[in-house]
């Protein structure tokens, strides 16, 4: 699903931060793609959330395990390059709603907790995503889903700099 959203995203959509302006009706058909990327990346936050969360009578044990196994899916959308999955499993498990159940995160095994740790450094907020970008760039010639949050928070900034020196990307 990510790859078919990512192949209909209209580069110039993700320009003039247009796709950010919810509150606009004269921009809700311009943007589709861009929204259609986005909605599909909140989507999979809240289902790992809600599986990890919503079901009360879950055990902590029973907790930890799902999120172990959500650890392991991402994993997996990185070996195939689904940057998109793999940055909303990991912003779901950093999530405030995760995080407050510290009895289950501290029964995950000790090596999943720690691929998580890596995975997260691919998104980290110091480096806007540097890791991300840097991995799809060297992902040229090969099947990927890049994680467009990252390219849309830079062109935001320049849009922002440009509108404040006379320019405009948009």
């Not at 902590?60 to 799902?66: D, L, M, S």
């Not at 060297?138 to 849009?159: R, S």
Request: net charge positive; charged share 25%.
């Amino acid at each position: 699903m990510d790859s078919k959203l990512f192949q209909k995203v209209v580069s110039q959509h993700c320009l003039g931060s247009i796709w950010s302006r919810r509150d606009r009706d004269e921009n809700k058909e311009l943007v589709l793609s861009i929204r259609a990327t986005i909605t599909q990346f909140n989507a999979v936050c809240n289902c790992v959330v809600s599986t990890i969360v919503k079901n009360k009578d879950l055990k902590t044990h029973q907790r930890a395990r799902i999120m172990e196994r959500w650890i392991h899916i991402a994993h997996e959308c990185r070996a195939l390059k689904n940057f998109s999955a793999l940055g909303a499993v990991v912003s779901a498990l950093q999530s405030c709603a995760v995080f407050w159940l510290k009895s289950s995160r501290a029964r995950v095994p000790k090596k999943a907790v720690l691929l998580l740790e890596e995975l997260a450094h691919i998104f980290a907020d110091r480096n806007n995503s540097l890791a991300a970008k840097e991995l799809v760039a060297k992902g040229t010639g090969q099947v990927l889903v890049p994680y467009l949050g990252a390219f849309l928070t830079d062109l935001v900034m320049l849009d922002t700099a440009l509108r404040d020196c006379g320019g405009n990307l948009g």
